[in-house]
């Protein structure tokens, strides 16, 4: 198998190596998403929100997904956070992310979970 793909490598022309590490390139950047945020894709609306809610006493680790209409106008949000134990921090998160994204509360969706601890991502 591998004399066999060594082969087919020996035979191809310059232009189609290139080709074919230009794609590679592209598709890594594009799977693992080497941009300035450790690998983990998301809006700067999301990454900004995940920073500030992140600061909150009680809150570890936090996840943020925004939803947005076609106008930019945010419709929704799922919030993940780790050290979710108490009602007023539930409280406290639900009121940051419907201040910060203008949202009413049944617009927002919070979840608790384990980083790192076996449970959750």
Known sequence: MVKRLLEGLRGARRIEW???????????????????????????LELRVERILGR????????????????????????????LTDIRTYLCLQRAVSALLELSPDRIEIIGSGFGSGGGT
């Open 56 to 83: 909150i006493e009680g809150v570890g680790k936090v996840s943020a997904m925004i939803a947005q209409g076609k106008d930019g106008e945010v419709t929704g949000a799922v919030i993940v956070a780790q050290g």
């Open 18 to 44: 290139f080709a074919a590490l230009a794609l590679a390139a592209l598709l890594g950047l594009m799977l693992f998403n080497l941009g300035g945020n450790g690998g983990r894709a998301g809006t700067e």
